[in-house]
């Protein structure tokens, strides 16, 4: 089993701090929300941001949404041998069922989280798809997950990834970074014992987990 960790991720609320902004109010009012319930997104909200700590790097539910698109259709998710978990920048872990179908459409994937920042899972009824917990710092996340954790990172040892992942025996847990530039702001170092990177320069995230994804499948089940 394969357990892909975006960690990290820049996906949070409009932080109190910057809620009074014209650009958040306007934004909300627009949508008939609540300054405090929407998603920070840089694409609307960069006036704004420019207030916020790291905020040159934050407000990216887009690359939240890439990579659940791509993990949630894979081949190795269709076949049970995928748990893909979210963990956000404010220690919240998303825990999401394999049968979840995460929208296409960015604008209903938006809604879709703001509706998770509400209520803690999703739907509000039933077995969950989505659900969100606080307090879950990247530790706790991987204790909770259990396995060998391996980190992607451009500054790690270079592999090739297939080879790499052929090697490995058991459960594995791999991360990557959820935020579109910069180095983790969790210990990553100290909480896996290996980091690796598979190309010479820094790659897109989602560009990553379709490698992880493929070379998993190929190289560590798909040929056994």
């Not at 650009?23 to 704004?48: C, E, N, Q, T, V």
């Not at 407000?59 to 890439?66: A, K, N, T």
């Not at 269709?78 to 978990?85: A, D, F, M, P, V």
Request: hydrophobic fraction near 40%.
């Amino acid at each position: 089993m394969l357990t892909l960790v975006l960690a990290d991720s820049e996906l949070e609320l409009v932080p109190p701090e910057i809620q009074g902004h014209p650009a958040i109010r306007s934004y909300a009012r627009k949508r008939g929300k609540s300054p405090a319930g929407i998603l920070l997104d840089s694409s609307f909200h960069h006036p704004a941001m420019k207030r916020l700590e790291q905020g040159e790097r934050r407000g990216r539910p887009d690359i939240v949404h890439l990579f659940m698109l791509l993990c949630l259709d894979s081949i190795l998710n269709s076949e049970g041998r995928l748990k893909t978990i979210v963990h956000t920048r404010n220690n919240e872990m998303i825990m999401i069922a394999p049968e979840t179908r995460i929208p296409k459409n960015y604008t209903r994937f938006v809604g879709l989280m703001e509706e998770l920042f509400k209520a803690g899972r999703v739907p509000a009824e039933g077995s969950p798809l989505l659900t969100l917990e606080g307090g879950k710092d990247l530790k706790a996340v991987l204790e909770e997950v259990g396995g060998k954790a391996v980190a992607m990172d451009p500054a790690g040892k270079r592999v090739d990834l297939q080879d790499f992942l052929g090697k490995k025996k058991g459960d594995l847990t791999m991360i990557i970074g959820g935020f579109p530039h910069g180095e983790f702001n969790s210990p990553v170092k100290d909480l896996c014992k290996e980091m690796i990177s598979i190309h010479e320069i820094p790659l897109k995230v989602w560009t990553v987990a379709a490698e992880v994804l493929v070379s998993y499948r190929q190289g560590a089940s798909g040929k056994r």
